[in-house]
């Protein structure tokens, strides 16, 4: 059950994240929100960085990861929150011509990968994920979630890099 949610600033990053009490008319605790939070949190959590994985820095050891994903599994029945777009902090923009597919395809398939519980634990029936290279050093992330006749949840993560100095 959520309590709270987070809400996307229209001036992201600088104040990024606004918490929210959500609670009914009648005062009771309102879910409404519960997905666009989690998506929220699992883009914007550093997912730890597989031992082959390039760091942004070229002195960098630190590989990343959230502490509460040690036992996810065995304690809570959970998996390992956040996604690897954090490896893209200092990357060069590349043409989908490059070796890797290009930074947007990299930023997809992080995006694709942080989304693939929420169909793996039946969260959401099915997941569209997109990621664009709209300016030269802007790439745009989004995220379509289908939970069955629901709604579906969209969310898009414009200017990530253009506002984060990801470029």
Partial sequence: MTDIRYLQQADFPR???QLDWLLTDQNVLDETFALQSAVIIALGTDALAGA???LPGLDD???GGWWGDLDAQEIWDGWPVGSKLWLLR???ISSPLAADG????RANSYARA???PFIDKLIASSVDVGAERTDTSRIDVSVVLKRGPDPAVA?????LWEELGFA
């Fill in 15 to 17: 104040y990024a994240v």
């Fill in 52 to 54: 082959t994985d390039p």
């Fill in 61 to 63: 050891t630190d590989r």
């Fill in 90 to 92: 200092r990357a060069k």
């Fill in 102 to 105: 290009g930074t947007a395809f």
């Fill in 114 to 116: 942080a989304m693939q």
């Fill in 155 to 159: 969310l898009r993560y414009a200017e």
